[in-house]
């Protein structure tokens, strides 16, 4: 295919993705009411709840019912980062992303009905404090508090602001730092204030509004282009005007509407969704405190169960809602979201590698009438309102409970109270910090950068917990070496990724075998292969756990 010079005809020569500036007064309209409710749930459930003990603050008094432990369950899951990053990888290779919800449809089942009533049996507020009581000591409930921050501020806080700001800039045009701080602002009133209770029910709300928003644009995307059908036909025709001569540059992938992959040359292998997707999926799902957290507060198991069901349930429409409209996109501005050359990808976006990101605020910006432009504003403001102030209330959990507790042991309930507070406004600061360094930092696709990450330092976490909720010869030493090797192997593949990134479409790739023929999946499974057998062979080699320790194991909890 030939290269041409000209400039694309659906792109105005100043490369202006969002030509309209401003939002019109009924949008604003829309936003303003939807602050005006997020904010008065929030503090309807601030007095309604208890909130001046620890359970009650960071539990919610162990009394929520199943569909707001649900729906908490989704909106902390599915933030803004899912929508732009979702819609993302369906714009550059098709339906494949699914796969990772589609794994968390089975994973958070596995959660209620496995993991969580070993967790309820051992009266635990937080994760690394499960592992202190089943294996004693106190190094590996540190390490894994510091673990967790270290992942909470550098893949979750750090990937929704990247993706809120990426729609407040390009798609409002407003300017990035006021509108970040009048978010964070009005999230942490009500996450400082009102706990985890407040966290639930305003998540039961901004889950109401993404789904009436995103299953909305769905259905104007569909009838752009012409049902199921326009989209099958129509997407391997969506390749950009400029792209480079006798390349596969631009072309959508042939596969791009299978989910199973070739295992050897596609970008994602089968055997690594079915085994290396489901460790990181694991640790998420069943041993993540923002998750895990939300499961506590239930009122008993059941209600876990029933929350676990509908969070299930839920998981299915990614697919329908933010991946084929990102698809979709990719149809309806070819020369945009799938930009093929360098150059004008940077004139486009900002960034050489691509611009698939900008797939979902395009269809909203362009598709949308007036109203319902505004409903989709609130639909992006409230995924990522609803993912930080999960990750702040599980955040400050576990500083206050696991960090500031084993340094000051005698310290008050008040003093608790107030130190979990002061540290969901110092997080607060931080993500308001951090946003230069996303936005300078960032691949093209932004959901495969989380996964990729995930991969590297989730799965010796996951096969520690796995091993320690369901083997009872697993001890203290063992599972403190199969964390420290795991994470070291984690973090050197982490590194050269970041030293030899991914050779953009065309160039010769130079990367280490390592990093160019092993997949991030495969990685996974290799990396929790070797931290099993880590812990299996230091605890074999050492001396027994106690029983009381043996007794937050399943048979143990029962008996």
Same mark, same amino acid.
């Given at each position: ?32 009411? *939807? ?26 008094? +162990? ?17 803004? +980062?899912?929508?732009? +990053? ?5 714009? /550059? ?36 404090? *499960? ?5 004693? +000591? ?6 894994? /508090? ?15 602001? *990247? !993706? ?20 964070? !602002? ?69 596969? !791009? ?80 979201? /799938? ?43 409230? !995924? ?143 990396? /929790? ?31």
């Amino acid at each position: 295919m030939e290269t041409t010079s000209s400039t694309p005809s659906s792109v105005t020569p100043p490369w202006d993705v969002f030509p309209q500036k401003t939002l019109d007064s009924i949008d604003i309209a829309v936003l303003v009411l *939807y602050f005006v409710f997020v904010l008065a749930v929030g503090l309807w459930s601030m007095w309604k709840t208890q909130r001046s003990t620890v359970k009650g603050y960071f539990l919610a008094g +162990g009394q929520m019912v199943w569909w707001p432990v649900g729906a908490s369950l989704f909106a902390s899951n599915v933030g803004s +980062g899912h929508f732009i +990053g979702l819609a993302g990888s369906g714009a /550059a290779s098709g339906i494949a992303a699914t796969a990772y919800e589609w794994n968390g449809m089975f994973c958070v089942l596995v959660l209620a009905w496995l993991f969580l009533p070993i967790y309820i049996a051992a009266g635990v507020t937080t994760m690394p404090e *499960y592992l202190q009581k089943r294996f004693g +000591g106190k190094r590996i409930q540190m390490f894994l /508090a510091i673990l967790y921050l270290f992942i909470y501020i550098f893949t979750k806080i750090s990937v929704d602001m *990247y !993706a809120g700001a990426l729609f407040i800039q390009q798609a409002l045009h407003w300017d990035l730092y006021i509108a970040v701080v009048c978010l964070l !602002a009005i999230t942490a009133v009500y996450t400082v204030a009102g706990g985890l209770a407040a966290v639930i029910y305003t998540d039961a709300l901004q889950t109401l509004i993404m789904l009436i928003g995103a299953v909305t644009l769905m259905v104007f995307s569909f009838v752009e282009v012409g049902g199921l059908e326009g989209l099958q036909t129509k997407y391997f025709d969506a390749i950009p005007s400029t792209r480079k001569e006798n390349s596969s540059c631009g072309l959508p992938r042939e596969d !791009a509407f299978h989910i199973f992959r070739d295992p050897v040359n596609s970008d994602l292998p089968w055997p690594g969704v079915l085994v290396g997707m489901t460790i990181p999926s694991l640790w998420y799902w069943c041993t993540d405190q923002v998750i895990v957290q939300r499961s506590l507060a239930a009122k008993n198991l059941s209600h876990a169960k029933g929350g676990s069901l509908m969070t299930s349930y839920l998981k299915i429409l990614p697919l329908f809602m933010m991946v084929m409209p990102g698809m979709i996109s990719r149809i309806l501005f070819p020369d945009l979201v /799938a930009c093929a050359d360098a150059e004008i990808c940077r004139k486009i976006c900002g960034n050489p590698s691509g611009c698939s990101d900008i797939a979902y605020p395009k269809l909203v910006i362009e598709l949308l009438p007036v109203g319902l432009r505004g409903l989709m504003m609130s639909v992006m403001i409230a !995924a990522l309102m609803s993912s930080l102030t999960s990750i702040f209330n599980s955040a400050s959990t576990i500083f206050t409970m696991d960090l500031w507790k084993h340094f000051r042991p005698r310290c008050s309930e008040w003093e608790l109270m107030i130190v979990g507070r002061v540290f969901v406004l110092l997080l607060t600061v931080v993500s308001i910090l951090w946003i230069p360094l996303v936005q300078a930092g960032q691949g093209g696709q932004l959901f495969i950068y989380i996964q990729s990450i995930s991969s590297y330092l989730q799965p010796p976490v996951a096969m520690v917990f796995i091993l320690g909720c369901f083997w009872k010869r697993a001890n203290e030493k063992g599972a403190f070496w199969g964390l420290v090797i795991g994470l070291l192997l984690g973090v050197i593949r982490l590194v050269l990724d970041f030293i030899y990134p991914e050779p953009q479409c065309g160039e010769t790739d130079l990367r280490p075998g390592v990093v160019k023929y092993m997949h991030y999946l495969y990685f996974s499974m290799v990396l /929790a292969a070797i931290s099993t057998l880590t812990v299996l062979v230091v605890s074999m080699l050492t001396e027994p756990p106690s029983e009381e320790m043996v007794r937050l194991t399943p048979k143990g909890t029962r008996s």
